[in-house]
């Protein structure tokens, strides 16, 4: 088969290179350090499957105007993508499907906004309605930052139109559970669950981010008993309730769980594949991807993923002041070095090519540094080997992905 993916990051990276094991892949736009990456516009392009990495794009209506084309899409239409374009939209649905969330109000307006703060506990969560890039969301316990939040995003100055209106949630404490599935509109199956490392700073300190590391399975928290709850009672819910509205969903649902003292709750879905999540769950894929979300984007899913038993960890490489404007057009030494070790692949995000054909960094997140080992321990002791050999001016990662379930497993 041909497959297409759409997008330019290291999540692209990584759908292309476990879906290249079976099939011919281009990716587009791509970026100079992913095999196949063509600068053709998707509607150009001739191809048996295409599958669309990031959510501004779905959101927009790429996979309508694909399948519109006669195309073969695994990813969601505008209508569907909705779960992730507008939090309002996504927890009334929540609301509606039964699933266990975070309580919460939604308000375009000052001071009904500050009223509903002033009679909340002592978590206060700002985010944006829109896409913010995962930066959208303040967590605090000081109520005045939330208000001056609250503030800034709707008079458009802190997200523009992102954030013109706001949802405030009740703050939800317990580790972090990202659990992606597949889905053909009608039947939904899991893949290996994952957790991701939001915050910019070791011992989760500082911005959110688009997520600084991962690692699966995550076996210390989850079980296939406990995946098995979580279709049942919170993602088989929302397919329901999204077929009841009359949205044909296909592609990635991804689950971004709590596990609360009072049980797990669902803080948000992405309506595509996670970033770096994809990272360490599509290496441990076992069998043919290709076949999976054709399956999905068919109509006609058969398929039960599985995945080997190895770990899998990553470590996000960013550039200096990230996630604030990032420094870009540094020389990225090592590359190759890290990538020749055993088990090791470097996925390539925000990188460009210089003037004399060097690769440098070019955004925000640069590298996903992923490794294999028989154990999460094994596979951190790796990737973070991996990681040391990589270097340019002002680099930024975090020292303690996967560290806590580090011998757990
Ligand atoms: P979201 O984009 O909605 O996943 O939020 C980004 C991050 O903010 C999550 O991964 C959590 O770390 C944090 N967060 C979101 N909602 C809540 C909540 N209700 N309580 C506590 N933390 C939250
Ligand atoms: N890793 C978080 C996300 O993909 O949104």
Redesign the pocket.
């Known amino acids: 088969m041909r497959v297409c993916v759409v997008g330019s990051g290291g999540r692209e990276h990584a759908l292309a290179s476990t879906l290249g094991r079976h099939h011919d892949v281009v990716v587009t736009p791509g970026n100079p350090g992913i095999p196949g990456s063509v600068d053709t516009d998707p509607l150009e392009i001739d191809s048996d499957l295409f599958v669309i990495g990031p959510e501004a794009p779905l959101v927009d209506g790429l996979a309508d105007q694909l399948r519109a084309m006669g195309h073969l899409v695994f990813g969601p239409g505008a209508d569907g993508a909705r779960l992730e374009g507008s939090k309002a939209w996504m927890k009334q649905l929540l609301v509606d499907a039964g699933v266990p969330t975070a309580g919460h109000g939604s308000f375009t307006a000052v001071e009904p906004a500050l009223e509903f703060l002033n009679s909340m506990g002592d978590l206060f969560v700002i985010k944006t309605d829109g896409l913010a890039a995962?930066k959208g969301v303040l967590v605090t316990e000081d109520r005045d930052e939330a208000g001056d939040a609250v503030r800034d995003y709707l008079s458009g100055l802190a997200f523009g139109a992102a954030g013109q209106q706001v949802v405030i949630e009740e703050g939800l404490t317990g580790p972090e559970l990202?659990l992606l599935a597949v889905t053909d509109g009608r039947q939904v199956v899991p893949l290996a669950p994952a957790q991701?490392f939001?915050r910019i700073g070791d011992g989760d300190s500082g911005p959110n981010t688009?997520?600084m590391g991962?690692y699966s399975p995550v076996a210390h928290l989850v079980d296939d008993l406990l995946v098995a709850d979580l279709m049942a009672h919170s993602v088989e819910p929302t397919l329901a309730e999204l077929q009841r509205r009359g949205i044909d969903y296909r592609g990635v649902l991804?689950a971004?769980l709590m596990l609360t003292p009072s049980g797990p709750k669902m803080l948000e879905y992405?309506c595509r594949f996670?970033?770096?999540?994809t990272q360490v769950v599509l290496p441990r894929y076992a069998g043919d991807l290709g076949e999976l979300l054709a399956q999905a984007a068919g109509g006609d899913l058969r398929t039960q993923p599985s995945f080997v038993d190895e770990s899998a960890v990553t470590v996000v490489c960013a550039s200096e002041n990230y996630p604030a404007a990032a420094r870009t057009g540094d020389v990225i030494e090592g590359l190759d070095a890290a990538s020749a070790l055993d088990a090791v692949t470097v996925f390539c995000a925000g990188v460009d090519l210089d003037g004399e054909g060097r690769l440098v960094t070019a955004g925000g997140r640069v590298l996903a540094v992923t490794a294999l080992g028989s154990t999460v321990a094994a596979a951190r002791a790796r990737a973070y080997e991996a990681a040391d050999l990589i270097s340019w001016p002002g680099l930024v990662r975090r020292s303690d992905i996967a560290a806590a379930a580090d011998g757990a497993d």
């Open positions: 995962g990202s991701d939001k688009g997520g991962a991804y971004g992405n996670g970033d770096p999540e």
